[in-house]
């Protein structure tokens, strides 16, 4: 196999969603790292961006900038982007009509979750619209739409119609994370308390959540929290018998800010039922951090026998025993599941999933 990939790194200038900007520069490092003997990545990138990551030996800058590219591509208006192996780690992928046998020309895209169809609501109406159409225009002319997990696969069946298309090919935690060397005074610029629990998901998901936190004596630290939020956690937190000054809601954090935040928990806890790639969940196994989950098809796919996955009613039961006396059994299993992902393990597929193509 002798060929270029050409990945498109949309978020280069300007962020739209973090994690997902995160994962395709690291997939990018794991595509440089792992290239067949005469392969080599070029990037695709918006006007206005850059890519400075060692061994891309070509990067192909457009003329329009990235939500003005973001139209285009949804209206199918693809100027300037060439032919070839594309791969795209988002939706941001240039979907045309395009002749992959005589041309060589492959164009693949990647779904992370299915809130635009699962919980719209927890997304700009604007977001949504563009993920479904993007989803429909990849329905049409992806040669394939890569997945992170057998659930999100199943659950994409019934949005659209993808066939055989579908590939799996899970993502990892972000490259280097580790625990900073000043967590404690990151911890401390963030003010959070000495000991707590900390929890992700939609509000309404949350409430077994603080329960636990209540029978396990802990302040309960939220994390990925929407902007304003912070008096209706409060609110539903009280309720569940959690005081104000016990729950501590925050946004997005950068890396190292969450490496730190979790590094200082004494367990992490999933509750959301929404198929997709559970970030802060992979980033706490990373940790060796005890990991309480929603039983749900994508945290069996990914956490699998990492942590205590466990219906709904019995979350607070379960966070009891992970900061007790399952949490040194609980953080060694984390760690350990957390070793079935590397970026360089899903680089290797996606350099396998094009030479299939």
């Not at 060397?181 to 929890?199: D, G, I, K, Q, T």
């Amino acid at each position: 196999m002798s060929a270029r990939l050409r990945i498109v790194l949309d978020q280069v200038a300007h962020t739209v969603d973090a994690d997902q900007s995160a994962a395709s520069m690291s997939l990018a490092a794991g595509l440089v790292a792992t290239a067949p003997s005469g392969c080599a990545v070029d990037a695709i990138v918006p006007a206005g961006g850059s890519v400075t990551l060692a061994g891309i030996k070509d990067v192909r800058v457009l003329g329009l900038a990235r939500r003005e590219l973001a139209t285009s591509w949804q209206l199918g208006v693809t100027a300037g982007v060439g032919k070839g192996m594309i791969h795209a780690p988002t939706l941001m992928a240039p979907l045309v009509r395009h002749d992959r046998v005589h041309e060589n020309h492959q164009i693949t895209a990647t779904v992370w979750d299915l809130r635009a169809w699962e919980a719209p609501e927890l997304l700009p109406k604007n977001v949504v619209a563009w993920q479904r159409a993007m989803l429909k225009r990849a329905a049409k002319h992806a040669d394939a739409v890569v997945v992170p997990s057998h659930a999100v696969a199943r659950s994409l069946a019934e949005v659209a119609r993808i066939g055989d298309r579908v590939r799996v090919i899970a993502g990892a935690a972000p490259q280097g994370f580790t625990i900073p060397p000043h967590a404690a005074e990151l911890r401390a610029a963030l003010s959070l308390p000495e000991e707590y629990v900390v929890l992700t998901g939609p509000l309404e998901s949350l409430t077994e959540g603080f329960r636990g936190v209540v029978a396990a004596g802990l302040d309960a630290v939220v994390l990925d929290a929407p902007e304003g939020s912070e008096p209706r956690h409060a609110e539903v937190a009280s309720a569940a018998g959690l005081p104000e000054r016990r729950v501590h809601v925050r946004g997005y954090l950068t890396e190292e800010e969450r490496a730190a935040v979790l590094a200082g928990s004494s367990a992490f806890v999933a509750t959301s039922a929404i198929a997709g790639w559970p970030w802060r969940a992979v980033e706490a196994m990373a940790l060796g951090i005890p990991v309480v989950a929603l039983n749900t098809g994508s945290h069996q796919d990914v956490i699998a026998d990492g942590g205590l996955l466990v219906a709904s009613e019995s979350i607070a039961e379960a966070i009891v025993d992970a900061v007790g006396g399952a949490a040194d059994r609980l953080g060694v299993l984390a760690a350990d599941r957390s070793r079935a992902f590397s970026w360089a393990s899903s680089a290797e597929r996606v350099w396998a999933l094009h030479a299939d193509l």
